[in-house]
Structure formats: structure tokens, C-alpha cells
């Protein structure tokens, strides 16, 4: 379980849909603060809940920096990110071990 690691993630609304990069140290309890909209922004506005994509580093600090890179980086080369892993999209927090998302 890389419950609690540096952890760099992506949502999506929905296949091929909006996009959020975010850096967390403890990826469950993100996702969870995600789905029940605890902060205002991007994600809640948008309705992005889906993790299509994490990866876990050796540290924050290595985590930040590459969350940072991924950031700068055009759609399409997010978009291959993802489905190098995950070609369907498919929600990667079920593997974690929480609930599937309401369709």
C-alpha cells in the first residue's frame, strides 16, 4: 500500500477529459479530500475525482519537483502519461481500496 509516500497524481473528470496534477504525501487521504470537495478550485468546480495516474518518489522534495515538471507539460504528453499505465482511464483509487465513484 503506498498509502503514505510522495506521491504525484493526475485526475480526470472523465476519459480524454479536464485534467489536475497535484503532489501529496499521503495519496488516499487526498483522493478522499478530492471526491468530497473539502477545498475549493479546480477540482471541485470541475467535478475531477477520477485518479487515472500516480507515481510514488523517495521524497517530497523530488515529488514537488516533478509535479512541477509535469505541470509544464503539453496535454498530450499528460495524456500519454496516463495511457502508458492506464489506456482506459480507468479510476486507480478503487485499487486503493475506496469505494468506485457514482457514475
Not at 477529459?17 to 487521504?29: C, D, K, M, Q, R
Not at 521524497?59 to 502519461?81: F, H, P, T
Amino acid at each position: 500500500m503506498i498509502e503514505r509516500a510522495p506521491c504525484v497524481y493526475l485526475l480526470a473528470n472523465r476519459y480524454n477529459g479536464a485534467l489536475y496534477v497535484g503532489v501529496t504525501s499521503n495519496l488516499v487521504a487526498r483522493i478522499i479530500q478530492h471526491r468530497e470537495g473539502t477545498f475549493d478550485g479546480h477540482t471541485k468546480k470541475y467535478g475531477i475525482h477520477r485518479l487515472v495516474y500516480f507515481e510514488t518518489g523517495d521524497s517530497m522534495e523530488g515529488a514537488i519537483a516533478r509535479e512541477k515538471r509535469v505541470k509544464l507539460w503539453r496535454r498530450d504528453w499528460k495524456r500519454n502519461l496516463i495511457e502508458r499505465q492506464n489506456p482506459e482511464w480507468n479510476d486507480l483509487a478503487v485499487g486503493l481500496g475506496l469505494p468506485p465513484l457514482a457514475e
